[in-house]
């Protein structure tokens, strides 16, 4: 199954990725049923530096599953990015996942988003799986330059 971001989400991850760079940013998937309806920025509190890393306190996931109660929705993952770094996951992201999340990673390059992926924790916690991410698009994007929808 794939992982869908709204239009609004990727657009909301992606500056959320610039406004911090060239620190990781982070922030949880709110939705339901496969489609990310909201993206909720998280501050990054680790003591072990925020430019390679990210940590999402108790305090933190608790507000993330609010705001998910609160719009009638699920917490489905998170997402964060990586500087100057591809967005594959490292040996860091995999020995803090926690399985049945989505975990959305952004490369940002010299302060320009580039990549995202999403990645699911295998059952055995051993590794991670690739997991299809598809971006709706705004609906600026789907219209030619002449302002009549693309074919």
């Known amino acids: 199954m794939a992982l869908t971001l709204r239009a609004q989400v990727a657009a909301a991850i992606r500056a959320h990725g610039i406004e911090i760079y060239p620190n990781e940013c982070c922030g949880a998937l709110i939705g339901r049923d496969g489609v990310v309806e909201e993206a909720f920025g998280l501050p990054n509190t680790t003591e072990e530096g925020p430019r390679r890393r990210f940590m999402v306190r108790p305090q933190d996931y608790r507000a993330a599953e ?24 490292s040996q860091y992201d995999l020995d803090h996942a926690w399985p049945f999340f989505s975990y959305v990673i952004l490369a940002v390059h010299s302060g320009v988003p580039q990549d995202m992926t999403s990645w699911l924790l295998q059952e055995d916690r051993a590794a991670f799986t690739e997991e299809p991410l598809i971006e709706e698009l705004l609906p600026q994007d789907t219209l030619s330059p002449s302002g009549h929808a693309a074919p």
């Open 66 to 89: 609010g705001r998910a109660t609160e719009l009638g929705l699920d917490l489905m993952g998170f997402y964060h990015t990586h500087p100057d770094h591809p967005a594959r996951p």
